[in-house]
């Protein structure tokens, strides 16, 4: 895909599409903060975005997300204002599934998602490679993540995105809403909530003048 997408006329420089392999911390400390845009497109109720999108949002990038995982606390903590919600809620998801989802519906109701499809059937993306996007092909038979569902929304709202990135003031503002509102995320935060909540625990008071400190406050948390 790269190889098409980067010798493209129409696109020139504007965009170069790049597949770092083996992806790991030392990739990860490159790539999060030098990010302007966030994707977890994950479908509701998965539970699939989990940390990667903190570390990018407090390092300043913009997300676009599904109501999954930890998008929503994120998008709770930041502002809906500063964030790019798109797709279906759990509830909505549950109720596609009920009543029968069938991809074909919603992909014949999309001439975007229609044309993308096309281009990937007939081999645009993969000329030296035929077919090697079949399994992509197939997997949209029972489409598990329902993505032809949310792909209308994610389109419309990529669309939003680019409006605002032409607006750099703006789009600054955001990320520094972002970045300062993700201090929640704070692992003392959490564990302070964890051990109050969840784990029903106290601190462990430790006497630092007498070498024997741990040991006195053990005994007397034991006695009490
Ligand atoms: C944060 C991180 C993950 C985990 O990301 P999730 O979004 O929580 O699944 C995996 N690999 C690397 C290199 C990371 O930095």
Known sequence: MAEV??????????????????????LAEKII????????????????SGTSNMKFALNGALTI??????NIEIRNQVGADNFFI?????????????????????VEKS??????IELIRTNFFSPGEFD????????????NYMCAADFDSYAAVQEQVAELYRKPIEWQKKCLQNIAKMGYFSSDRSIQEYAEKIWD??????????????????????QE
Do not use: W
């Open 111 to 116: 001439p975007l998602l229609k044309r993308a």
């Open 5 to 26: 997408i980067n010798n493209d006329k129409a696109i020139g420089n504007r965009l170069k599409v790049v597949f770092l392999a083996n992806y790991r911390v030392s």
């Open 132 to 143: 090697i996007f079949r399994p992509i092909l197939d997997s949209l038979d029972s489409d």
């Open 33 to 48: 903060p030098a990010a302007d845009l966030s994707e977890q497109i994950s479908l509701a109720g998965t539970e699939a």
């Open 65 to 70: 997300g599904t109501l999954d995982g930890a």
């Open 86 to 106: 798109f797709g279906m809620n759990v509830d909505e998801v549950r109720q596609l599934r009920e009543r029968g989802y069938r991809p074909g519906e919603f």
């Open 201 to 222: 625990i106290r601190p462990c008071p430790i006497n630092i003048s007498n070498n024997h400190g741990y040991d006195l406050a053990a005994s007397q948390l034991a």
